[in-house]
């Protein structure tokens, strides 16, 4: 499962909990894969078209703000932001979107394919999560830990939702995974503040570990799909 159909394994989930929900609200970004994971996921994007400041494409907050009060936030299944991305867009304002979130109560997704190698991106994650709303963040493990055969980390702040991310996947998650069974040898990633224990397990896990050491605001759960 690589980033694409993971952020439609998450918004799959987040249907069980918001069945009345048609739309997710996307900040744009002129990338094909986390479009077409909405789209196959059931739900139409309503794109947020970025704004001009100085020589940079950034969020323009009073249009999310105005589509979730237009849409109701009963009918909108999360906000879809992406932190990782090409120039001249930046990262979306993920503190603020995550303010917002919570403030309607809608979920929050952050597409962040690329993030886990920049310590900006983490700490604009860390930052969202703790003063407003991010559910689950997706970073790709080709692009990140040199997997040749693709597969993505499905993150959160909740261990409940990641679980219930598990529970959709139509197969076992990654022994490392942080809500699989216990296995002989597999690696289990314990909930102990701001960062990751360590257990028995390959080289490619204890990296993933090492990325994910920079959140300080608590546990982070992992799911691990290849």
Not at 115 to 131: E, W, Y
Not at 142 to 155: E, K, L, S, T
Not at 192 to 213: F, H, M, N, W, Y
């Amino acid at each position: 499962m690589a980033t694409g159909m993971s952020l439609t394994l998450c918004f799959l989930t987040l249907r069980h909990k918001r069945p009345k929900a048609r739309y997710i609200i996307w900040p744009r970004i002129d990338q094909k894969s986390c479009f077409k994971a909405m789209i196959t996921a059931g739900f139409e994007p309503v794109v947020v078209e970025n704004i001009l400041e100085g020589d940079e494409l950034r969020t323009d907050l009073e249009a999310v703000d105005r589509k979730m009060q237009e849409l109701g936030a009963e009918n909108i299944l999360c906000v879809h932001s992406t932190t990782s991305c090409f120039a001249p867009r930046v990262p979306n304002r993920l503190e603020e979107l995550a303010t917002m979130c919570a403030k309607y109560d809608i979920p929050h997704v952050v597409n962040t394919a690329y993030g886990v190698q920049s310590s900006k991106c983490m700490h604009l994650i860390q930052q969202g999560a703790r003063v407003g709303r991010i559910d689950a963040f997706v970073q790709s493990l080709d692009i990140n830990f040199m997997v040749p055969v693709g597969g993505a980390i499905i993150a959160g702040f909740n261990g409940s939702f990641i679980q219930e991310i598990s529970r959709m996947y139509p197969g076992l998650p990654h022994p490392g995974c942080a809500h699989h069974p216990a296995h002989p040898g597999g690696q289990r990633l314990q909930e102990t503040p701001g960062r990751a224990e360590e257990g028995e397990g390959d080289s490619k896990d204890k990296s993933i570990q090492v990325k994910l050491r920079s959140f300080q605001n608590g546990a982070c759960w992992l799911l691990l799909l290849k």
